[in-house]
T-cell receptor
Framework: TQLLEQSPQFLSIQEGENLTVYCNSSSVFSSLQWYRQEPGEGPVLLVTVVTGGEVKKLKRLTFQFGDARKDSSLHITAAQPGDTGLYLCAGAAGANNLFFGTGTRLTVIP | DTGVSQNPRHKITKRGQNVTFRCDPISEHNRLYWYRQTLGQGPEFLTYFQNEAQLEKSRLLSDRFSAERPKGSFSTLEIQRTEQGDSAMYLC??????????????FGPGTRLTVL
């Protein structure tokens, strides 16, 4: 079983601050996805990274895939209350299912 | 709305009863996945279909669980003789089967099961 560890588990920050969430594993993944989940809803796909060292930007969110394709980070610039949610990373080791981390619960205080 | 849909959104049942959930994937997706998510955890894989074929089942999928996708479109997940430990959010996702799109799984809103 591929284990994905996310840190921190909980993060509470003021609006306008920057933050970074980490996703680490000892396994190599063919791709890695980041999702955001609201309470009572399913995860919503934010981004997919495939190539080691790849960086993708989505407005104020920057995603990076580690060179060895074992880890990833999500950086949010100038966080807003609408960024509040559970951020999940998910790794794909092959052609089938995704392995999810336990998530980082972010609260942005206005 | 062309996203993944799941019904019902909530189900409360008594221990020992059978329940069935339905998932309608994105129409052009031929892969369909079932996951289970408990409080404070990320989703855990249960099983997946490519078209009507069930290609993989997790060890989490006990013999009380059965999933079908008879015509390669919608899928059902049945739990027989429910136990309190089955209480969870059951999530369905769909994707294309082409690289790298098959790892971009799109999730439905989930069915929240509570077993009393």
């Amino acid at each position: 079983t591929q284990l994905l560890e996310q840190s921190p588990q909980f993060l509470s920050i003021q609006e306008g601050e920057n933050l970074t969430v980490y996703c680490n594993s000892s396994s190599v993944f063919s791709s890695l996805q980041w999702y955001r989940q609201e309470p009572g809803e399913g995860p919503v796909l934010l981004v997919t990274v495939v190539t080691g060292g790849e960086v993708k930007k989505l407005k104020r969110l920057t995603f990076q895939f580690g060179d060895a394709r074992k880890d990833s980070s999500l950086h949010i610039t100038a966080a807003q209350p609408g960024d509040t949610g559970l951020y999940l990373c998910a790794g794909a080791a092959g052609a089938n299912n995704l392995f999810f981390g336990t998530g980082t619960r972010l609260t942005v205080i206005p | 709305d062309t996203g993944v849909s799941q019904n019902p959104r909530h189900k409360i049942t008594k221990r020992g009863q059978n329940v069935t959930f339905r998932c309608d994937p994105i129409s052009e997706h031929n892969r369909l996945y079932w996951y289970r998510q408990t409080l404070g955890q990320g989703p855990e894989f249960l099983t997946y279909f490519q078209n009507e074929a069930q290609l993989e089942k997790s060890r989490l999928l006990s013999d009380r669980f059965s999933a079908e996708r008879p015509k390669g479109s919608f899928s059902t997940l049945e739990i027989q003789r429910t136990e309190q430990g089955d209480s969870a959010m059951y999530l369905c996702a769909s994707s294309s089967s082409r690289w790298p799109l098959y790892n971009e799984q799109f999730f439905g809103p989930g069915t929240r099961l509570t077993v009393l």
